[in-house]
């Protein structure tokens, strides 16, 4: 499950790279996006525990964001590994379309 969800991010990445933004951009909106998902996907009626889960999960997705945005844009080949056709790709540009 974590795979697809690290591919559509890695997706989502290489669509807002294919759409002009810069490296500091894209690490900036996926990371925004991807805190906006794991906010509403937690209660509104969250305790100090939750919260606290809530907060090292964003903190862990931002490591790994870093890391492939930075290889996406170091590396054509690892953008080019990264099919078009693929369905995490549909669900990506779905996801960071501006």
Do not use: C, H, W
């Not at 009626?45 to 964001?65: G, H, P, Q, S, W």
Request: net charge negative; hydrophobic share 55%; no cysteine.
């Amino acid at each position: 499950m974590f795979e697809k969800i690290l591919n559509i991010l890695k997706q989502g990445a290489k669509f807002l790279k294919d759409s002009g933004l810069n490296i500091t951009e894209v690490k900036e909106l996926v990371k925004k996006k991807i805190a906006e998902l794991v906010e509403k996907a937690i209660d509104f009626k969250i305790d100090f525990l939750e919260y606290l889960l809530e907060r090292i999960i964003i903190i862990a997705v931002n490591i790994a964001i870093d890391k492939f945005v930075d290889e996406l844009f170091q590396n054509e080949a690892v953008a080019a590994a990264l099919p078009a056709d693929a369905p995490e790709a549909e669900i990506a540009k779905a996801i960071f379309t501006i």
